[in-house]
Every structure is written in structure tokens, then in C-alpha cells.
């Protein structure tokens, strides 16, 4: 009995997960909120995303300093998805805020199949050293009312980032949409429409 309960949670959180990560492409640069699994900090946040949107036919890689191999371990043990190499990978997650340029080896789709294009998963510190940096940038486009943009709510990204992502999605509809996510649960998305400017 006690299984079956633990079943239907699990099922609730990750539909709950599921419908605030569409608000979170939907709505870019805002944050939602993710319930993780127990048991696997600091990763909790991105294994549940994982949960939600990756399975046995897909490909992932996990590209990062020594805490990657325990990321790859969970989601593959928490989806059983086949682990691929970076350039043909369906999902990139990185195990820390910076890529080392990772990012521009992701897969962008081609003119009859942008949707391939690969989805980049950040895994941010949970307080972030700079967070002045933010303000630098302005996220505008789809899901973003103001017309003279906003500031990404979540801090702590390198602005080297958002300039990867600035060329990566240069010619969109090519290009990767993206995950930034917190131990704590907190995610941002930005998919390849947002465009964002870099001061």
C-alpha cells in the first residue's frame, strides 16, 4: 500500500513539474518552482526536470566538473534515458553555471526539423557570488509582455552564457532552448525565441 502512495505523489509532483515548467517557456525569464526527488542535492531541481521531459527514447550528456558522473548517475537511474555524446544529444545538462563552451557543440536542428535542436539544462549554486550581473541583460520576445523587456529573475548565470546563447540562437528558429535551475527548486527557462541583449 505504502508503494502504491509513493507512486501516485510521484505521479502528482512530476505533473505538478510538468505544468510549471511549460509556464516557465512560456513566460521566459520568470521563475517557477520544481519539487525534487529525495535524496539526490544538489541536483534535485534538475532531476526532476529530467523526469518530466526525458525518457528511454532520448539521448542526454552531462558535461562538468567531478560532481557531473553523480548527475548522470540520477537521471539516467531516475528516466532511462541512454547517455549520448554532446553533439547528439537531445538534452546537455551541465553540472555547474558555466558551459566551457559545451554549449555551441549542442545539436540546433536544421531547416526542416528546427525542433531538434537540443534543450541546455544550467545548474546554478544556490547563492550565486555576483548578482549584479543580471542586470546587464533584457529578455524580450513571445511570452514577454513589455515591450522594453525584463531582467531575468534569476541571478547568478555568467554573462558568458547569455552570449552563447545569443550566437547559438542567432538564426532562429535553429537554435536550443534552455533551463537555468537552483538546488532549491527555482527554474528559468529561455527558449530559442527569447531574444536577449547583453549590456
Not at 42 to 50: E, G, I, M, N, Q
Not at 141 to 164: A, H, K, N, T, Y
Request: hydrophobic fraction near 40%; glycine fraction near 12%.
Amino acid at each position: 500500500m505504502r508503494e502504491a502512495h509513493s507512486m501516485n505523489h510521484d505521479g502528482r509532483r512530476s505533473q505538478k513539474n510538468y505544468r510549471n515548467l511549460l509556464q516557465a517557456l512560456s513566460r521566459p525569464g520568470r521563475v517557477v518552482r520544481l519539487d525534487g526527488p529525495d535524496g539526490v542535492l544538489p541536483f534535485a531541481a534538475a532531476v526532476a526536470l529530467a523526469e518530466c521531459l526525458l525518457d528511454s527514447e532520448v539521448g542526454f550528456c552531462v558535461i562538468g566538473n567531478g560532481s557531473a558522473q553523480t548527475l548522470q548517475t540520477a537521471i539516467a537511474g531516475a528516466t532511462g534515458a541512454r547517455t549520448e555524446r554532446l553533439e547528439a544529444a537531445d538534452f546537455v545538462f551541465f553540472s555547474e553555471a558555466g558551459s566551457r563552451g559545451g554549449a555551441r557543440l549542442a545539436k540546433r536542428g536544421g531547416p526542416e526539423s528546427p525542433e531538434d535542436g537540443a534543450t541546455l539544462v544550467y545548474c546554478l549554486e544556490s547563492q550565486p557570488a555576483v548578482v549584479r550581473d543580471r542586470f546587464r541583460v533584457r529578455l524580450t520576445g513571445p511570452g514577454i509582455p513589455e515591450s522594453s523587456g525584463i531582467v531575468p529573475e534569476i541571478s547568478g548565470i555568467p554573462l558568458e552564457e547569455f552570449q552563447e546563447l545569443v550566437t547559438i540562437n542567432a538564426d532562429y528558429p535553429l537554435g536550443v532552448d534552455a533551463f537555468f535551475v537552483r538546488p532549491s527548486g527555482e527554474v528559468m527557462g529561455l527558449p530559442r525565441s527569447t531574444r536577449i541583449q547583453v549590456r
